[in-house]
């Protein structure tokens, strides 16, 4: 029951007929509400006005002391702004750090809370500004960063504070109109000497909360900054307490500085790695999204958008090497790095110009090998630890990779002169790379090739391929056209290889190459093919020791070509060979090889040798090892053939010193042709070429050849007319110690060869070959040359020779031009030792004398045959004379002429017949007695054959020497064989 006042229960209105009237009692109420709210806002003005004016100042030192205590800096404030009644509070003037080097500084931050605060008992912050603040970040030159005794400090003092009671819930909060306005970073670091301004630094975040009513909500965060120059922008979504944390980031970058990260860049790498970023700048459009996953799954991250960089220049000094482009754009990016993905869309540079310099040595660091990892405990048990599990398989696609008006150039200063090779206006298009490098690759490539070694002016050549690539296994399938591309280039990388200098050529080519590595067989020989059309022009080679022109054309090409290659088996069809303007130095060296088996070294380490420089036989090359010679050659593995063969315009200077005596020619206007052939069928191709020896005597080729098969086949017939035997008057002053005058030669040669047997005539005219003065030569022979050449040459002044050969290949000891060699000096030592037989053709020396019956001087009819015989000769020979030695035998026709002086007259009908000479019934004449009647017997007989002779022959080609008397003949068993055996009765006969 409440109590009621006094006089209401006393009052006679307690009775309901005397109750007074109800107002009385509101109005009292409503006076003692009015006093407690009075009191109730006079207590709250006054706990505002303390909150207002005195609590800010009562709170600025205590909170500068807590700070210092807990970051070992100064903390000052500049004032404390508290708005209780609107749930507001400002601070300005924040300041961390010596006032000479602050560290932070925050010129005005202010925060207001929500109502909501009060009766959900959380922060429920409406809006946070910061605005101005300033960061400083230094590095010394040996010390840390001027932040680092800042967070040391800090984390000490957090070590000491009592540990927080654990709370089951977590701190919940929401924050709503977050931002950040007019920010600073400076950062300092000294040892790299690099300086970053970050400025207009803006955050905004409309929204965080971890409520469990706001979890599902997006955060959308916003960031915008000017970094060194550059402009940045970050914006995107998160629901950073939702279970799977999804976020999505927007970045943009404009015009980012690379060159302030070049530092950076040379202390993240090795030294041997250093990259000297010397200029450019980064533009970014990226969208990054990320979301974690249930386990065993990994989070999502990805990044999709757009990349370029703009005006990039670099350098790596340990590689010599420089880098620039225009443009570097990424398109369609589609990175998701969690899960081993990348994708780019496009990749175009435009611009690109590099510079690559090779060098000869490598540096200490580079070509020192690793140092051995020594195996510690702690790495026993981490191998024996449970392997982690297996990271996603790597999936990488370029879909199109495009470099627009590119160079790359690369310097070769580990050869001598150092090359240059310079890929100019550049247009490649990579399509569908791919990680898989089994997955095969688009290529197309056009470009100018510009290539020089040493202070060569650039040559200007084209190169344009377009096909595929796989890497693994290898396998290329592209269409390829080359346009005068210059092989000087080559010419430093064959210099150790070769005795000759590459002085001039350049390269055509057009058509398909194919290469291929067996998928089944990695390491077996790469297969190789291609068709199309091939030719090198402008070749010209020189003798690396003494500068000479060795090999030259103007055009050697091979259309309708298909290479193969597989199995280490060459097949090859050369198509249709046109060779234009051929100038070749060929010579055959006295053992026997030609001079261009001498264009490769023995070794990169062999001194230089002239390959156009005759040797003599001192000079002989050492003989390689002797080889036991096949009497079949086995089945070669290689298949070669061609359509044709055209020769135009060429010239040959052929040297062979292989025969005695050496001989030189120039076979120059050739042309011709050489019809198709195989090697793996046996029909011969036909030879036909016609030219001139030095530009005079016509020069003609043909017939048969087949250099390809399993033996060689040749049957060849070559001819060449009117040579000028001037040209060679230096090789017979030398060898037949007399200068040529004049003459003309003509050559047919027939050689067949045919399972390695030799058959060849050769058949050499002379006409109106002529011998001036004598030359001293040591070399010249001995035997009578101008006697041999007046016994080979008819009265028109001709020679006529037929030099058979014939032999088998087979032999290493045969020798075509040994046997021709030995002929003519048969013919030579035939001119002393059996002159007449070499005049009249025959092997018998008979007709060197004519026989006479002992004591007469008459001529017997086969003498006057013989006489008449000679005569013939000797008209066909107008440049011989003939000597005549009449002959009288003291015996046999002594005998003769005793036994018809002393022969009874009563005898006269009935001769007796003569006594033979050394007959014992002969009578003995003293020589003294019948001297006189032999002389004049001797000179009668002389005189019978100058009589006989001199009907035919001019007399003054005829001499008669003085007569001999023989004191002793023959054995008698000659005189019934021949009585040409010795002096005797004859005339003896001697040609000059």
Not at 742 to 758: E, N
Request: overall charge neutral; proline content about 9%.
């Amino acid at each position: 029951m409440t109590d009621l006042p006094p006089n209401e229960l006393s009052s006679p209105a307690s009775s309901p007929a005397l109750r007074p009237p109800a107002p009385p009692r509101p109005r009292r109420a409503l006076r003692y509400a009015a006093w407690g709210l009075g009191g109730t806002a006079l207590l709250l003005g006054a706990s505002a006005a303390a909150l207002t004016w005195w609590l800010p100042g009562w709170l600025a030192p205590r909170i500068e002391q807590m700070g210092s205590e807990a970051l070992g800096t100064p903390v000052k404030l500049a004032r404390i702004e508290l708005q209780p009644l609107a749930l507001a509070a400002r601070i300005e003037g924040l300041r961390i750090g010596p006032e000479a080097a602050p560290l932070f500084q925050l010129a005005e931050a202010s925060v207001e809370l929500s109502a909501q605060s009060l009766w959900q008992r959380l922060p429920v912050v409406s809006r946070l500004t910061l605005r101005a603040p300033e960061l400083w970040i230094q590095r010394g030159e040996t010390g840390p960063y001027n932040v680092q005794p800042v967070l040391d400090h800090l984390r000490g003092w957090q070590a000491k504070q009592p540990p927080s009671p654990p709370s089951a819930e977590p701190a919940r909060y929401a924050l709503h109109n977050l931002r950040l306005e007019g920010g600073r970073i400076h950062y300092l670091d000294a040892p790299l000497g690099q300086r970053h301004e970050v400025q207009a630094l803006t955050i905004g975040l409309p929204f965080l909360s971890n409520l469990p009513s706001d979890v599902a909500i997006d955060v959308q965060p916003q960031l915008d900054a000017t970094v060194d120059g550059s402009t940045l922008r970050l914006g995107g979504q998160a629901r950073p307490f939702a279970a799977q944390h999804p976020a999505t980031l927007a970045l943009r970058w404009q015009g980012l500085p690379l060159a302030p990260l070049a530092s950076l860049l040379k202390a993240a790498l090795p030294p041997e790695q250093a990259i000297d970023l010397q200029q450019g700048t980064l533009d970014s459009d990226l969208q990054i999204a990320f979301e974690t996953r249930p386990a065993p799954q990994p989070p999502r991250l990805q990044v999709t958008g757009r990349l370029a960089l703009h005006g990039l220049q670099a350098q790596a000094a340990p590689l010599d090497s420089r880098l620039r482009w225009q443009a570097l754009t990424l398109d369609g990016l589609d990175l998701a790095p969690l899960e081993q993905r990348y994708a780019v869309k496009t990749v175009q540079i435009d611009g690109l110009d590099g510079e690559l310099t090779l060098c000869g040595a490598k540096s200490a660091t580079a070509a020192a090998p690793p140092p051995a990892v020594q195996a510690t405990p702690a790495a026993a048990a981490a191998s024996a630890a449970p392997a982690a599990p297996a990271r996603a398989p790597l999936v990488a696609l370029i879909d199109t990779l495009r470099c627009v008006a590119c160079r790359v150039a690369v310097t070769d200063r580990s050869v001598q002169p150092a090359t240059r090779i310079e890929l100019q206006q550049t247009e490649l298009t990579l399509s569908k790379l791919s990680a898989d490098l089994g997955q095969p690759i688009g290529v197309t490539l056009q470009t100018r090739l510009a290539t020089s070694a040493g202070s060569q002016t650039p040559a200007i050549g084209q190169l344009d391929l377009q096909g595929q690539v796989r890497a693994r296994p290898l396998d290329v399938q592209a269409t390829l056209k080359l346009a005068g591309i210059d092989l000087r280039v080559a010419q430093p990388y064959l210099a150790p290889q070769l005795n000759l200098v590459l002085a001039g050529g350049q390269l055509d080519a057009e058509g398909r190459l194919e290469l291929a590595q067996p998928a089944d067989a990695p390491k077996a020989p790469l297969a190789a093919h291609y068709a199309g059309r091939l030719a090198v022009g402008g070749l010209r080679t020189l003798d690396s020791v003494n500068g000479a022109d060795f090999v030259a054309w103007q055009r050697l090409g091979f259309d309708g070509l298909d290479l193969a290659w597989q199995a280490n088996a060459l097949k090859a069809n050369l198509g249709r060979i046109g060779l234009n303007g051929l100038n070749a130095r060929l010579i055959l060296h006295p053992d026997g090889h030609l001079n261009v088996a001498d264009i490769a070294r023995r070794s990169p380490q062999a001194a230089p040798q002239s390959i156009t420089t005759p040797r003599t036989a001192a000079a002989k090359a050492a003989p390689a090892a002797s080889t036991p010679v096949a009497t079949s050659a086995a089945a070669s593995p290689h298949q070669i053939r061609w359509q044709a063969i055209a020769l135009r315009d060429g010239a040959v200077h052929f040297s062979d010193t292989f025969i005695k005596p050496n001989y030189s020619a120039r076979l120059t206007r050739l042309q011709g042709s050489v019809s198709a052939l195989s090697s793996s069928t046996p029909q011969p191709a036909d030879v036909k070429i016609a030219g001139a020896l030095d530009d005079g005597a016509p020069l003609s080729i043909g017939g048969r050849i087949h250099p390809l098969g399993a033996r060689l086949f040749t049957d060849i017939e070559a001819s060449a007319r009117g040579i000028a035997l001037t040209r060679l008057s230096t090789y017979a002053e030398r060898y037949a110690g007399y200068a040529i005058e004049k003459g003309s030669l003509s050559v047919k040669l027939q050689y067949k060869i045919d399972q390695g047997r030799l058959e060849a005539q050769n058949q050499l005219f002379l006409d109106q070959l002529t011998f001036g003065n004598p030359v001293e030569s040591a070399e010249a022979t001995k035997l009578p040359v101008l006697l041999a050449v007046s016994l080979l040459k008819n009265r028109r002044g001709e020679i006529d020779l037929h030099l058979p050969v014939a032999g088998t290949l087979d032999d290493p000891q045969f020798s075509v031009g040994g046997i021709v060699w030995k002929l003519l000096l048969n013919l030579l030592e035939k001119a002393v030792t059996a002159p007449f037989a070499l005049l009249m053709g025959g092997d018998s020396g008979e007709t060197a004398q004519i026989d006479f019956a002992p004591g007469s001087a008459e001529l017997s009819p086969a003498a006057r045959e013989r006489l008449d015989a000679l005569a013939a000769k000797l008209t066909d020979r107008p440049g011989l004379k003939l000597e005549a030695t009449g002959h009288a035998d003291a015996q046999r026709d002594g005998a003769a002429l005793q036994a018809s002086t002393n022969r009874p007259a009563a005898a006269a009908a009935s001769a007796p017949t003569p006594a033979r000479a050394g007959s014992a019934a002969a009578p003995t004449v003293p020589t003294a007695d019948i001297a006189p009647a032999l002389q004049a017997l001797a000179d009668r007989r002389a005189d019978a054959v100058m009589a006989h002779l001199g009907a035919t022959l001019p007399p003054e080609r005829i001499l008669i020497t003085r007569s001999v008397v023989d004191a002793t003949t023959a054995p008698a068993a000659a005189d019934t064989a021949a009585s040409a055996v010795g002096p005797g009765s004859t005339v003896q006969f001697k040609l000059r």
